[in-house]
């Protein structure tokens, strides 16, 4: 098993910045791509941004392209998002997730992933 512990949230104003971290152990090695998710109160849990653990390839949801940034240390099995230029609308509970599968077709359905970890709140105030 993996296990994931997310940390980072607050509460910012629109266009403050935040970084979040997602600290992985345990079955590390068997991690392909670790992934971002957010969902706000009464709507779906959707894709942000996910990591290649090797290779270091990116994907994002559109409405984060050039504020957020994804990235990984290998080393201190942890990844990170940056969150920039925020936005009211970017209020959610983040969630960081794992998957060991090489074939998934987008990596942006929450199915696709194998561990969870609890979440951290982003409140952004206008």
């Known amino acids: 098993q993996v296990q994931l512990v997310e940390s980072g949230g607050g509460l910012v104003q629109a266009g403050d910045s935040l970084r979040l971290s997602c600290k992985a152990s345990g079955r590390t090695f068997s991690i392909y791509v670790m992934g971002w998710f957010r969902q706000a109160p009464g709507k779906e849990r959707e894709f942000v941004a996910a990591?290649?653990?090797?290779?270091?390839?990116?994907y994002y949801t559109d409405s984060v392209k050039g504020r957020f940034t994804i990235s990984r240390d290998n080393a201190k099995n942890t990844v990170y998002l940056q969150m920039n230029s925020l936005k009211p609308e970017d209020t959610a509970g983040y969630y960081c997730?794992?998957?060991?599968?090489?074939?998934?077709?987008?990596?942006?359905?929450?199915?696709?992933?194998?561990?969870w970890g609890q979440g951290t709140q982003v409140t952004v105030s206008s």
């Open positions: 997730a794992s998957t060991g599968r090489s074939y998934a077709s987008s990596y942006s359905q929450p199915l696709e992933y194998d561990y």
């Open positions: 990591i290649r653990w090797s290779g270091g390839n990116t």
